[in-house]
T-cell receptor, first 112, second 109 residues
Framework: DGGITQSPKYLFRKEGQNVTLSCEQN?????MYWYRQDPGQGLRLIYY???????QKGDIAEGYSVSREKKESFPLTVTSAQKNPTAFYLC???????????FGNGTRLTVT | KNEVEQSPQNLTAQEGEFITINCSYS?????LHWLQQHPGGGIVSLFM???GKKKHGRLIATINIQEKHSSLHITASHPRDSAVYIC???????????FGTGTSLTVIP
């Protein structure tokens, strides 16, 4: 079955540590996205990529970094520079311009 | 200012009731999406529409482009419909999506 796999489901880190969230898709989609979800707010875009080796900052990119070395993979690193990293992170993909979004099951990151 | 507004924020219904969730948006769009998020957090795409109406089982989605408004209807609601329903729009320039804050639906047996 095609889909998006995010791992791990839960992640705990100490303040000051960088952490990388995995996102893999086998849908052959070109576009991939990282969103952050906080209680009472809509999903906010962190980064997106429309093609391998290219990505653009979203609305809240500060303190995050990404790479897109392969079409299937779009890992997100939450750096120690991110002021409030505790959140639910969702990865999504779409085939192209006007296609449905497919989401992973999310990673809940807790930083203490 | 939110580009996408949903109402109501929370909704409780008795099993079997007809449910309507509303979405208004303020930007030019190429498509509108209705998404469903279950308590575990995963999100499923229900509909993508740019005009008119779509139906899938007990779910119906409509959009009025002139009024910048969409509705999601659930007929004969069931407890398994309990979830957060999110409206999202694809901006008509670029690749940006804007999301509503969601409507939390609870259907009581």
């Amino acid at each position: 079955d095609g889909g998006i796999t995010q791992s791990p489901k839960y992640l705990f880190r100490k303040e000051g540590q960088n952490v990388t969230l995995s996102c893999e898709q086998n849908l052959n989609h070109d576009a991939m996205y990282w969103y952050r979800q906080d209680p009472g707010q809509g999903l906010r875009l962190i980064y997106y990529s429309q093609i391998v080796n290219d990505f653009q900052k979203g609305d809240i990119a500060e303190g995050y970094s990404v790479s897109r070395e392969k079409k299937e993979s779009f890992p997100l690193t939450v750096t120690s520079a991110q002021k409030n990293p505790t959140a639910f992170y969702l990865c999504a993909s779409s085939r192209e311009y006007n296609s449905p979004l497919h989401f992973g099951n999310g990673t809940r990151l807790t930083v203490t | 200012k939110n580009e996408v507004e949903q109402s109501p924020q929370n909704l409780t219904a008795q099993e079997g009731e007809f449910i309507t969730i509303n979405c208004s948006y303020s930007v030019g769009i190429s498509a509108l999406h209705w998404l469903q998020q279950h308590p575990g957090g995963g999100i499923v795409s229900l509909f993508m529409l740019s005009s008119g109406k779509k139906k899938h089982g007990r779910l119906i989605a409509t959009i009025n482009i002139q009024e910048k408004h969409s509705s999601l209807h659930i007929t004969a609601s069931h407890p398994r419909d309990s979830a957060v329903y999110i409206c999202a729009v694809k901006h008509n320039t670029g690749n940006q999506f804007y999301f509503g804050t969601g409507t939390s639906l609870t259907v009581i047996p």
